[in-house]
């Protein structure tokens, strides 16, 4: 039995209304972590706990994390979480409340990650947020359950950190012979994938000057890089700004709230950006964030309004 729920596809009025489009949206914020991350964490987590694995160890800024834990609970395994000090105190509290153990540790998710690999012993199983090809299984049972639902988008929208998403959804779409594009999205300072396309290779940020910190991946995953060699993959930038901003217009339209990083791919439909020129029937992947308060989203809009008028 998965870990996991399954979510609803549900056609948005507001989105389609903003857009000029047909606009769905795929409700990963329902899932009991709060993210899109059980899908695959789940799945990888129970494979180790059928191999007799005594701990679960990972890292994280956030999401992943969440869901490690939420799945070490499930399983009756303890999990250790090494996060960066750019965590918010909201998701440590959040990690910690489901028993996990958190540690901080390093100015990014590396250096957290390198702790957590150094801290492995014989009996514990690593659990990567991203990197993993059982992780992308997982997430490719997103689209399984649209194409369930009979929806057939003309594009993906999703929002892209190290790449996990992206593989899954990917994957997903050509189980199921979709050859519709995807549409990549990032904001400014955390766009290591859209800045690696342009360049035709994996790329470096040598910082993430984003508040969207769950895109924090200061490089996208090799696999994620690969596919731009199989499958569609457009890219799109927006702001911090416009991301906040989305939540909050996401939050009133929808009654949910979601964090900046998928505001990010939910501000190109609001924007109708130009990558969408050619699309009528868009699948948006909402993927959620358990980290974000109300409180935090309007601060953040109030010191990024003041920003722009600098």
Not at 144 to 152: A, H, K, M, R
Not at 226 to 246: F, G, T
Request: with cysteine.
């Amino acid at each position: 039995m998965s870990l996991h729920v399954r979510t609803p596809t549900h056609h948005s009025s507001a989105l389609s209304r903003a857009s000029g489009r047909r606009v769905w949206l795929k409700l990963e914020s329902l899932q009991p972590s709060g993210s899109f991350k059980l899908r695959g964490i789940g799945l990888a987590c129970q494979d180790h706990a059928r191999r007799g694995v005594k701990r679960f160890v990972s890292s994280s800024g956030g999401n992943a994390g969440i869901a490690v834990a939420y799945a070490g609970r499930e399983l009756d395994i303890p999990v250790t979480v090494v996060v960066p000090e750019t965590t918010s105190p909201r998701a440590c509290r959040l990690i910690s409340d489901m028993k996990a153990d958190v540690l901080i540790h390093g100015a990014s998710w590396q250096e957290a990650n390198e702790r957590a690999l150094a801290m492995l012993g014989e009996s514990d199983a690593f659990i990567h947020p991203f990197d993993d090809p059982v992780v992308w299984r997982g997430h490719s049972t997103i689209i399984d359950e649209v194409v369930e639902d009979g929806v057939q988008p003309d594009l993906v929208v999703l929002s892209v950190g190290g790449g996990g998403l992206l593989s899954g959804v990917i994957e997903g779409l050509q189980r199921h012979t979709l050859n519709c594009p995807v549409l990549a999205v990032e904001t400014t300072g955390a766009s290591s994938f859209a800045q690696s396309v342009a360049r035709g290779e994996r790329i470096v940020l040598p910082a993430i000057e984003s508040i969207a910190t769950s895109l924090g991946a200061h490089q996208v995953s090799e696999h994620a890089f690969a596919l731009l060699a199989q499958h569609r993959i457009d890219c799109a930038v927006v702001s911090d700004l416009q991301a906040v901003e989305a939540c909050l217009r996401f939050l009133d339209d929808h009654r949910i709230l979601v964090e900046p990083a998928c505001g990010a791919s939910i501000a190109t439909l609001y924007q109708n950006v130009a990558e969408l020129a050619d699309y009528q029937n868009i699948l948006v992947i909402v993927c959620g964030g358990a980290t974000s308060t109300v409180e935090q989203m309007t601060a953040w809009r109030h010191s990024l309004s003041s920003e722009s008028e600098i």
